[in-house]
Every structure is written in C-alpha cells, then in structure tokens.
C-alpha cells in the first residue's frame, strides 16, 4: 500500500468501521511499524460517492482487514521531446 491508493476501511480493519461507518480512503501516508502485531496508522482523504475528498482523517487499522479498491499506477517517466523547430 502506497500513497494515493484507494482503500476500503470496513469491519475487517477495526470494530469501529461497522456497517454505515466504513470509509473509503485515499491514503496520503502509511506509518511506522507498530508495537501491536499487524496494526498500523494510516493518513488519507474520505472519499464520497462522487470520489471527491471530504475530510482528512488518520485511523489505526488491522493491516490484514483492509481492501484495495484501485492502486496508484507508477508515474511513467518521459523523455522531454526537443523541438526541432528554432524561434526567432
């Protein structure tokens, strides 16, 4: 898991992500290890129905629980094309 993937937090992740209160989170930053055996913070956006960020928010999950719905594609790197044409 990455920054800008798109995870779902539900039931999986914690107690307190049950039915209407899962969330789907746009992770901005993931954590540092924690003493707790597969538990970790991450840092996102709650997206809407719409995919539109609506708050930020940090939530201590089960890593095992929570769901990738889309992952971040790596940014391809492009050779800058140089213009053949010369301005005056």
């Known amino acids: 898991m990455k920054s800008g993937d798109i995870v779902l937090v539900g039931a999986a992740c914690s107690p307190q992500f049950t039915g209407?209160?899962?969330?789907?989170?746009?992770v901005v930053s993931v954590g540092e290890?924690?003493?707790?055996?597969?538990?970790?913070?991450?840092?996102?956006?709650?997206?809407?129905?719409r995919g539109n960020a609506i708050a930020?928010?940090?939530?201590?999950?089960?890593k095992a629980g929570?769901?990738?719905q889309r992952r971040t594609a790596p940014a391809s790197v492009q050779?800058?094309?140089?213009?053949?044409?010369?301005?005056?």
């Not at 209407?20 to 746009?26: K, N, P, S």
């Not at 050779?79 to 005056?88: E, L």
């Open 66 to 68: 929570l769901v990738i």
């Open 20 to 26: 209407d209160r899962a969330l789907m989170l746009r």
């Open 33 to 49: 290890a924690d003493p707790y055996h597969d538990w970790i913070w991450i840092t996102g956006y709650v997206l809407d129905m």
């Open 56 to 62: 930020k928010r940090e939530v201590y999950v089960m």
């Open 79 to 88: 050779p800058r094309r140089s213009s053949s044409r010369v301005r005056t």
